[in-house]
């Protein structure tokens, strides 16, 4: 039940975060030309704390999806997309911040009212998400560049 119930709150997120599009402009001049049309390598974080375990949600040609616990708890959720998906974000009540990750742009979202961080940047091939209401800053910032 905890499960279903997780999911459901990143659904929840989901859709928050496409209420109002805010794109990142760096990523424009990142895209090859033409994008891959399908994933041919997937990644994943590798920095992860002992004992995270993985639940993979998505695993497709278009992308891949996976949610991390510790102890049955949900701890962070990532996902790899092509760079043709539409981000859109909600800026209401959040602080969003230009980071850079191994040399690629990307924003880091940080919610007022909500644990929720979120960090979306691209590599220039794909684009990533990683999303958490457990782990820090740095910690999200850590886990992003460990992406491999």
Known sequence: MKRIGKIVFVLCVMILLSCISFFVSCHQNEVPNPPPAQIEVKRKP???PPGVYEDILMDSE???TIDYYL?????LSYSQKLMNTQVKYDNVNTSITEIVLNGHCGILIE???NPIKFIEWTDGEYRYELMSEVYGKDQLIALAE???
Do not use: C, K, P
């Open 46 to 48: 590798t920095a992860l």
């Open 62 to 64: 278009t992308g891949l």
């Open 71 to 75: 102890d049955d708890e949900f701890v």
């Open 111 to 113: 919610y007022q009212n």
């Open 146 to 148: 460990s992406v491999r």
